[in-house]
């Protein structure tokens, strides 16, 4: 069964600096996966998949991510974060395109002015 | 284009007492639908999934059931609730992506 792990609860950054979230994730084949994006008492957004291709994926809001098949990994990447990118980020993984998404715990992303 | 909707959007019910959250989605037939619940410190747990009418499968054991009686409609159910219940329910439904509802925050007391 796949699963996910998403090592930082919690991550503070400055207004302008570069951000990594890092996910690590367990399945057999080639997975399906995904960043999310979720503001406080709200629904989830999609930032980005990865289905297959290129390894580098751009998402919306300037965010992009790698696949590391070698190291189990879908790294979310933002060069200069912004005030409004203060949420929480979840990762996910599916084995398919139909199949059950298994989500990470979590990463809360703070800001610092 | 395809809409998920999701209610109530908060309700507070006594231990004890029923439960029943509906989900409906519009915009595309045969759905694959999950219920997913988050609480705090714990991420998104996936609670059911349903691939189709009267289909529906558990990932853990607990204290609610979900039933598919049509195409579109996803309904989450509790006979008692406990405190334990309490969270944040979220609906989604899948083609490539997971598209979600706005959420039920939901607080036993």
């Known amino acids: 069964a796949q699963s996910v792990t998403q090592p930082d609860i919690h991550i503070t950054v400055s207004e302008g600096a570069s951000l990594e979230l890092r996910c690590n994730y367990s399945?057999?084949?080639?997975?399906?996966l995904f960043w999310y994006v979720q503001s406080p008492g709200q629904g989830l957004q999609l930032l980005l998949k990865?289905?297959?291709?290129?390894?580098l994926v751009q998402g919306i809001k300037g965010f992009e991510a790698e696949f590391k098949r070698s190291q189990s990994s879908f790294n979310l990447r933002k060069p200069s974060v912004h005030w409004s990118d203060a949420a929480e980020y979840f990762c996910?993984?599916?084995?398919?395109?139909?199949?059950?998404?298994?989500f990470g715990k979590g990463t809360r992303l703070h800001i610092l002015p | 284009s395809q809409t998920i909707h999701q209610w109530p959007a908060t309700l507070v019910q006594p231990v004890g007492s029923p439960l029943s959250l509906e989900c409906t989605v519009e915009?595309?037939?045969?759905?694959?639908l999950y219920w997913y619940r988050q609480a705090a410190g714990r991420g998104l747990q996936l609670l059911f999934y349903?691939?189709?009418?009267?289909?529906i499968s558990s990932e853990v054991p607990q204290n609610l059931s979900a039933s598919r009686p049509q195409d579109r409609q996803f309904i989450l159910s509790s006979k008692k609730l406990l405190l334990s219940d309490s969270g944040f329910y979220l609906c989604a439904w899948r083609s490539s992506q997971a598209f979600f509802g706005q959420g039920t925050r939901l607080t036993v007391v």
């Open positions: 915009g595309t037939s045969n759905p694959n």
């Open positions: 399945y057999g084949a080639t997975p399906y």
């Open positions: 990865y289905f297959s291709g290129d390894t």
């Open positions: 996910a993984v599916g084995a398919s395109r139909d199949d059950k998404i298994i």
């Open positions: 349903s691939v189709g009418i009267g289909q």
